[in-house]
Protein backbone atom coordinates (compact mmCIF):
# COMPACT_ATOMS: atom_id res chain seq x y z
CA UNK A 1 0.00 0.00 0.00
CA UNK A 2 2.82 2.43 0.36
CA UNK A 3 4.48 1.50 -2.54
CA UNK A 4 1.11 2.69 -4.51
CA UNK A 5 0.42 5.92 -2.52
CA UNK A 6 3.89 6.86 -3.02
CA UNK A 7 3.65 6.30 -7.08
CA UNK A 8 0.04 7.99 -6.89
CA UNK A 9 1.70 10.96 -5.12
CA UNK A 10 5.05 10.81 -7.94
CA UNK A 11 2.38 10.62 -10.66
CA UNK A 12 0.56 13.78 -9.63
CA UNK A 13 4.26 15.93 -8.63
CA UNK A 14 5.26 14.78 -12.47
CA UNK A 15 1.58 15.85 -13.86
CA UNK A 16 1.75 18.65 -12.13
CA UNK A 17 5.63 19.70 -13.73
CA UNK A 18 4.47 18.87 -16.71
CA UNK A 19 1.33 21.04 -17.14
CA UNK A 20 3.99 24.31 -15.70
CA UNK A 21 6.68 24.01 -17.50
CA UNK A 22 7.22 25.85 -20.37
CA UNK A 23 8.86 23.10 -22.96
CA UNK A 24 7.53 19.48 -20.98
CA UNK A 25 8.99 16.04 -21.97
CA UNK A 26 5.78 15.24 -22.54
CA UNK A 27 3.00 17.27 -23.95
CA UNK A 28 -0.07 16.91 -22.26
CA UNK A 29 -2.61 19.18 -24.46
CA UNK A 30 -2.97 15.60 -26.57
CA UNK A 31 -5.83 15.07 -23.64
CA UNK A 32 -7.45 18.28 -24.73
CA UNK A 33 -8.50 16.38 -27.73
CA UNK A 34 -11.35 14.09 -27.60
CA UNK A 35 -10.47 11.66 -29.53
CA UNK A 36 -7.27 10.77 -27.97
CA UNK A 37 -8.38 11.21 -24.37
CA UNK A 38 -11.44 8.81 -24.90
CA UNK A 39 -9.20 6.20 -27.11
CA UNK A 40 -6.13 6.25 -24.48
CA UNK A 41 -6.92 8.33 -20.98
CA UNK A 42 -10.99 6.97 -20.64
CA UNK A 43 -13.19 4.90 -22.37
CA UNK A 44 -10.25 3.36 -24.03
CA UNK A 45 -7.93 2.24 -21.19
CA UNK A 46 -10.81 0.71 -19.43
CA UNK A 47 -12.25 -1.46 -22.24
CA UNK A 48 -8.29 -2.78 -22.98
CA UNK A 49 -8.22 -3.58 -18.97
CA UNK A 50 -11.44 -5.66 -19.76
CA UNK A 51 -9.40 -7.46 -23.15
CA UNK A 52 -6.33 -7.60 -21.90
CA UNK A 53 -7.00 -9.64 -19.02
CA UNK A 54 -8.94 -12.22 -21.01
CA UNK A 55 -5.75 -13.92 -22.89
CA UNK A 56 -4.61 -14.37 -18.68
CA UNK A 57 -7.76 -15.88 -17.38
CA UNK A 58 -8.43 -18.31 -20.42
CA UNK A 59 -5.51 -20.24 -19.89
CA UNK A 60 -6.09 -20.69 -16.49
CA UNK A 61 -10.20 -21.71 -17.11
CA UNK A 62 -9.18 -24.28 -19.63
CA UNK A 63 -5.98 -25.62 -17.37
CA UNK A 64 -7.50 -24.98 -14.07
CA UNK A 65 -11.13 -25.20 -14.44
CA UNK A 66 -11.28 -27.98 -16.99
CA UNK A 67 -8.26 -29.72 -16.01
CA UNK A 68 -6.95 -29.81 -20.26
CA UNK A 69 -3.26 -30.16 -20.13
CA UNK A 70 -1.18 -27.47 -21.38
CA UNK A 71 -1.34 -28.52 -25.05
CA UNK A 72 -4.71 -29.05 -25.31
CA UNK A 73 -5.76 -25.57 -23.60
CA UNK A 74 -3.30 -23.82 -26.10
CA UNK A 75 -5.16 -25.39 -28.93
CA UNK A 76 -8.33 -23.53 -27.54
CA UNK A 77 -6.61 -20.66 -27.65
CA UNK A 78 -5.26 -20.62 -30.77
CA UNK A 79 -8.92 -19.87 -32.00
CA UNK A 80 -8.81 -17.33 -30.17
CA UNK A 81 -5.64 -15.13 -31.52
CA UNK A 82 -6.78 -17.14 -35.15
CA UNK A 83 -9.89 -14.85 -34.78
CA UNK A 84 -7.35 -11.60 -33.82
CA UNK A 85 -5.90 -12.81 -37.46
CA UNK A 86 -9.07 -13.12 -39.12
CA UNK A 87 -10.30 -9.62 -38.62
CA UNK A 88 -7.75 -7.66 -39.86
CA UNK A 89 -8.70 -8.03 -43.53
CA UNK A 90 -12.36 -6.22 -42.51
CA UNK A 91 -11.37 -3.88 -40.11
CA UNK A 92 -10.78 -1.19 -42.64
CA UNK A 93 -13.87 -1.58 -44.80
CA UNK A 94 -15.91 -2.14 -41.42
CA UNK A 95 -14.88 1.25 -39.87
CA UNK A 96 -15.11 3.10 -43.26
CA UNK A 97 -18.95 1.96 -43.62
CA UNK A 98 -19.88 2.42 -40.31
CA UNK A 99 -17.57 5.11 -38.64
CA UNK A 100 -15.90 4.68 -35.49
CA UNK A 101 -18.44 5.63 -33.32
CA UNK A 102 -21.00 2.90 -34.24
CA UNK A 103 -18.28 0.28 -34.48
CA UNK A 104 -16.39 0.69 -31.09
CA UNK A 105 -19.95 1.26 -29.29
CA UNK A 106 -21.24 -1.91 -30.91
CA UNK A 107 -18.64 -4.18 -31.39
CA UNK A 108 -17.53 -3.34 -27.94
CA UNK A 109 -20.58 -4.62 -26.54
CA UNK A 110 -20.29 -7.77 -28.59
CA UNK A 111 -16.89 -8.22 -27.42
CA UNK A 112 -17.74 -7.83 -23.55
CA UNK A 113 -20.38 -10.21 -23.99
CA UNK A 114 -18.30 -12.70 -25.24
CA UNK A 115 -16.30 -12.28 -22.39
CA UNK A 116 -18.85 -13.14 -20.15
CA UNK A 117 -20.26 -15.68 -21.78
CA UNK A 118 -17.25 -17.48 -21.08
CA UNK A 119 -18.35 -17.88 -17.34
CA UNK A 120 -21.33 -20.40 -19.01
CA UNK A 121 -18.92 -22.62 -20.68
CA UNK A 122 -17.61 -26.09 -19.05
CA UNK A 123 -16.01 -28.97 -19.50
CA UNK A 124 -19.47 -30.70 -20.85
CA UNK A 125 -19.38 -27.68 -23.27
CA UNK A 126 -19.59 -29.01 -26.99
CA UNK A 127 -16.15 -28.04 -28.05
CA UNK A 128 -17.31 -26.59 -31.19
CA UNK A 129 -19.24 -24.21 -29.44
CA UNK A 130 -16.26 -23.26 -27.03
CA UNK A 131 -14.20 -22.94 -30.52
CA UNK A 132 -16.74 -20.56 -31.75
CA UNK A 133 -17.07 -18.26 -29.10
CA UNK A 134 -13.27 -18.40 -29.10
CA UNK A 135 -13.54 -17.00 -32.68
CA UNK A 136 -16.08 -14.14 -31.63
CA UNK A 137 -13.65 -13.17 -29.15
CA UNK A 138 -10.65 -12.84 -30.41
CA UNK A 139 -12.26 -10.69 -33.90
CA UNK A 140 -14.13 -8.65 -31.49
CA UNK A 141 -10.64 -7.63 -29.60
CA UNK A 142 -8.82 -6.96 -32.92
CA UNK A 143 -11.57 -4.97 -33.89
CA UNK A 144 -11.88 -2.49 -30.98
CA UNK A 145 -7.72 -2.60 -30.54
CA UNK A 146 -7.57 -1.49 -33.95
CA UNK A 147 -10.16 1.00 -34.14
CA UNK A 148 -8.83 2.42 -30.28
CA UNK A 149 -5.18 2.93 -32.22
CA UNK A 150 -6.30 4.51 -34.94
CA UNK A 151 -9.01 7.07 -33.53
CA UNK A 152 -6.72 7.98 -31.09
CA UNK A 153 -4.08 9.83 -33.70
CA UNK A 154 -7.12 11.08 -35.84
CA UNK A 155 -7.26 14.21 -34.70
CA UNK A 156 -3.57 14.88 -33.56
CA UNK A 157 -1.37 17.42 -35.15
CA UNK A 158 2.33 17.22 -35.77
CA UNK A 159 3.33 19.18 -33.35
CA UNK A 160 1.68 16.64 -30.86
CA UNK A 161 2.29 13.72 -32.43
CA UNK A 162 5.16 12.71 -30.40
CA UNK A 163 3.93 13.18 -27.29
CA UNK A 164 0.95 11.40 -28.22
CA UNK A 165 2.47 8.54 -29.41
CA UNK A 166 4.73 7.93 -26.07
CA UNK A 167 1.69 8.64 -23.93
CA UNK A 168 -0.65 6.06 -25.89
CA UNK A 169 1.77 3.40 -25.68
CA UNK A 170 2.89 4.22 -22.05
CA UNK A 171 -1.10 3.61 -21.33
CA UNK A 172 -1.47 0.89 -23.33
CA UNK A 173 1.04 -1.10 -21.28
CA UNK A 174 -0.41 0.08 -18.29
CA UNK A 175 -3.73 -0.94 -19.17
CA UNK A 176 -2.47 -4.49 -19.85
CA UNK A 177 -0.55 -4.68 -16.37
CA UNK A 178 -3.93 -3.75 -14.65
CA UNK A 179 -5.88 -6.13 -17.00
CA UNK A 180 -3.70 -8.79 -15.74
CA UNK A 181 -4.03 -7.65 -11.69
CA UNK A 182 -7.68 -6.82 -12.06
CA UNK A 183 -8.24 -10.41 -13.32
CA UNK A 184 -6.16 -12.09 -10.41
CA UNK A 185 -7.16 -9.35 -8.00
CA UNK A 186 -10.80 -10.93 -8.85
CA UNK A 187 -9.62 -14.68 -8.95
CA UNK A 188 -8.19 -14.41 -5.16
CA UNK A 189 -11.12 -13.00 -3.64
CA UNK A 190 -13.26 -15.34 -5.07
CA UNK A 191 -11.46 -17.79 -3.27
CA UNK A 192 -11.23 -16.35 -0.59
CA UNK A 193 -14.71 -15.09 0.17
CA UNK A 194 -16.03 -18.74 -1.06
CA UNK A 195 -13.46 -20.03 1.72
CA UNK A 196 -12.04 -22.48 -1.01
CA UNK A 197 -8.29 -23.57 -0.73
CA UNK A 198 -7.85 -23.93 -4.17
CA UNK A 199 -9.31 -21.94 -7.36
CA UNK A 200 -11.86 -23.54 -9.51
CA UNK A 201 -14.79 -23.12 -11.78
CA UNK A 202 -17.01 -20.54 -9.98
CA UNK A 203 -14.25 -18.34 -9.45
CA UNK A 204 -13.47 -17.83 -13.04
CA UNK A 205 -17.04 -17.32 -13.77
CA UNK A 206 -17.10 -14.49 -11.44
CA UNK A 207 -14.15 -12.97 -13.13
CA UNK A 208 -15.24 -13.39 -16.60
CA UNK A 209 -18.34 -11.99 -15.45
CA UNK A 210 -16.84 -8.96 -14.00
CA UNK A 211 -14.31 -8.51 -16.64
CA UNK A 212 -17.23 -8.53 -18.63
CA UNK A 213 -19.01 -5.71 -16.83
CA UNK A 214 -16.60 -3.35 -17.01
CA UNK A 215 -15.64 -3.87 -20.76
CA UNK A 216 -19.38 -3.28 -21.10
CA UNK A 217 -19.39 0.19 -19.12
CA UNK A 218 -16.89 1.04 -21.05
CA UNK A 219 -18.24 0.43 -24.77
CA UNK A 220 -20.86 2.31 -23.52
CA UNK A 221 -18.62 4.99 -23.11
CA UNK A 222 -18.26 5.62 -26.35
CA UNK A 223 -20.95 6.90 -27.68
CA UNK A 224 -19.90 10.71 -26.55
CA UNK A 225 -17.99 10.49 -29.46
CA UNK A 226 -19.63 12.32 -32.41
CA UNK A 227 -20.90 10.24 -35.54
CA UNK A 228 -17.94 11.80 -37.25
CA UNK A 229 -15.35 11.85 -34.85
CA UNK A 230 -11.94 10.24 -37.06
CA UNK A 231 -13.73 10.50 -40.25
CA UNK A 232 -10.97 11.64 -42.13
CA UNK A 233 -8.87 8.47 -41.18
CA UNK A 234 -11.68 5.99 -41.41
CA UNK A 235 -13.72 7.80 -44.96
CA UNK A 236 -17.31 7.28 -43.10
CA UNK A 237 -19.82 9.58 -44.68
CA UNK A 238 -22.33 11.29 -42.10
CA UNK A 239 -25.68 12.17 -43.01
CA UNK A 240 -26.84 15.32 -42.65
Not at 85 to 101: A, E, Q, S
Request: proline content about 5%; charged content about 10%.
Amino acid sequence: MLLVAAGIVIGWLAVRHLRRAPHPLLDLSAFRVQTFAISTLAAGTIFRVAINATPFLLPLLFQVGFGLSPVDAGLMILAYFLGNLGMKTVTTPTLRRFGFRTVMVVNGLIASASIMACAAISPETPQALVVMLMLIAGLTRSMQFTALNTLAFADIDAAQRNSAATLSSMLQQISMLFGVAVAAAILNLSQIVRGRPALDLVDFRIAFLVIGAIGLVAALRFLVLPPGAGAEVSGHMTRT
